[in-house]
T-cell receptor, first 115, second 111 residues
């Protein structure tokens, strides 16, 4: 079982809805990530938080809004999404900074469908 | 040119075969290299790190060639359970410590 927990596992939402994806880890990792993965494609980095501060935003549209309330939690707030945003959203964590060994621990993902 | 490139496959091999995947990277500032494995509809998981001297873990051998900017993964005596997508991952050791995923190589091992 993964040590990174994501909820919900599945989400269907309309283009006018507001929803959130949640991610939690208790491994003491201080770097947390959101990736988006479409079918038969590799994960694409969206955001990185390092020590609870946003360190990387890969030019993600503002309809995706990340939040890191504390060192164990990472949220992704969704608003006014488009059907092409349907994908698997993966949360991951790792050691931060010079402690980063390259091993990301991924959650099982939240599969999002936008109607 | 993509930062990390892989042959997408699929590689379709019989059980017991030896199969090799290559991955090339374009940024010479790349410092750390890894192979991840992703099963269908599952999350990626670290398979092994790749060191300059090459490293082996059971049936799996990883090699790094910095001069030519490629890494490789060799799987010996393939098992059915090796069927998965293998993702090459590179870390740029600048201030971002950003992990960059290759597009993945799909392996199908048939009985």
């Amino acid at each position: 079982d993964t040590e990174v927990t994501q909820t919900p596992k599945h989400l269907v939402m309309g283009m006018t809805n507001k929803k959130s994806l949640k991610c939690e880890q208790h491994m003491g990792h201080r770097a947390m990530y959101w990736y988006k993965q479409k079918a038969k494609k590799p994960p694409e980095l969206m955001f990185v938080y390092s020590y609870e501060k946003l360190s990387i935003n890969e030019s993600v549209p503002s309809r995706f809004s990340p939040e890191c309330p504390n060192s164990s939690l990472l949220n992704l707030h969704l608003h006014a999404l488009q059907p092409e945003d349907s994908a698997l959203y993966l949360c991951a964590s790792s050691q931060a900074g010079t402690g980063n060994t390259g091993e990301l621990f991924f959650g099982e993902g939240s599969r999002l469908t936008v109607l | 040119r993509k930062e990390v490139e892989q042959d997408p496959g699929p590689f379709n091999v019989p059980e017991g075969a030896t199969v090799a995947f290559n991955c090339t990277y374009s940024n010479s500032a790349s410092q750390s290299f890894f192979w991840y494995r992703q099963d269908c509809r599952k999350e990626p998981k670290l398979l092994m790190s790749v060191y300059s001297s090459g490293n082996e873990d059971g049936r799996f051998t990883a090699q790094l060639n910095r001069a030519s900017q490629y890494i490789s993964l060799l799987i010996r005596d393939s098992k059915l359970s090796d069927s998965a997508t293998y993702l090459c991952v590179v870390i740029l050791m600048d201030s971002s410590y950003k992990l960059i995923f290759g597009s993945g190589t799909r392996l199908l091992v048939r009985p």
